[in-house]
C-alpha cells in the first residue's frame, strides 16, 4: 500500500466528496465518517470543503456515529464539482447509487474497500480483501502515516469493524483486528456503549416484521438451505423502512441446520434485492452469477426478474455451490 499517495491525494485536493454505498450499513457509515474527521483534523480543510452522501435512509440505530447528520443526499451536491471523490465500503460502482455520477464526473477517484471482488475501478485503489472492513484498511492507513485520530475517529472506526465483524464474531475477526479494536478503545471508543447503539436499539416494528418473516421462512435440501422471500406489501404491513430487513439473513444462519441463507427482496414487480450469508460454501460465487460480489460467507446480488421466479434462479444457484 502506498500510504504516501493517500497523503498526498488528500493534501493536493481543494474539494472532497465522500460516499457511502447504498443501503448503508456500520461499515460504510462508520467508514465515511472516520475518513470525514481525520480529513478536517490532519488536513487544514474546514466543513464547507468536505461532503458525506449516502444513498436511501440512515439506519436509526447508526445516527450515534459522529458527523454522520452531515451526510447528504447526492441531489444536495449534484452541481458541486469535487476535484477528489473517495468511495468507501465499496465493491463495485454500481453500489453508489445515485452518487454514481458524481463519483464519475470527478478527475481523481480513490477507492477504498476490503471486497474481494473489488474491481479496482478508481483511478488510485486501496483495497484489502483481507482487512475485516473498510474500517480497518482506514485504521491502518490513518497508523501508517501518524495521523491524529481522535476520539469521534476512534467510535466511527470502531463501529465499522464492530459491525462488519458481526461482533467479532466471523472469519474475519483476527489477532489484528482485536488488537485494532483495543487502540480504538484506548482512544476513546465505548464498546459497551457502541454496542448498545449497534445491536439493542431496533424499532419494535423491525422486530415484528423478523418474527413474521422467521414464520414464513422456506426451508429446502435438508433444511440446508433456509430462506425468506419479503413482498413490498409484507415491508407495508410493517410500516417497514428499507434497512429493517437488515439482520434478518444472519438470523436465518443461526439455525443448526443452515448451510446457506438467502433473504430475497421485491423491489419493484420484475426486480428482487438479494441478500446471502453462509458457513461454508463460497456465497460469493452465487453472487457473481447474478452480477453482484460480496465475500465468501456474505454477499448479495440484484436480480432482475419476479420475486418467484429469482427466487427458483437463486436456489438453483445455490445447490450448486452446496455441491
Ligand atoms: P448485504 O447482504 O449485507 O446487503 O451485503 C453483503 C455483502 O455483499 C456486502 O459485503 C456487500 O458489499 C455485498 N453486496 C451486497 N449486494 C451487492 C451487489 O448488488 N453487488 C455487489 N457487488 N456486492 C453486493
Ligand atoms: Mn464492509
Redesign the pocket.
Known sequence: MDYELFKTTIQNAKKILIIS?V?P?GDTLGSMSALYGIILNNFGFSQDDVDMVYNGIIPEIYKFIPFIERAKKSAEVSTIQYDLAISV?I??K??MGDSLPLFEKTNIRMNIDH?K?NTNFGTINFVRGDACSCGEVLFDIFKALALKTDKNTAWALFAAILTDTGGFRYENTTAQTLQKAAELIQLGAEPATISRYCYESKPRNMVLLHANCMINAEFSDNNKIAGICITNKDMEKFHATNDYTEGL?EELRRINTTEVSYVIKEVDENTSKV??RSKTADVSVV?QVFG????TF?????IRKPLNIAKNKLVEEIRKVLG
Open positions: 454505498h443501503n450499513d465500503d465493491a463495485a454500481d453500489r471486497h471482488t439473513v441478500s446471502l453472487a453482484g460480489g460480496g465475500h456474505a454477499a448479495g446480488c440484484t
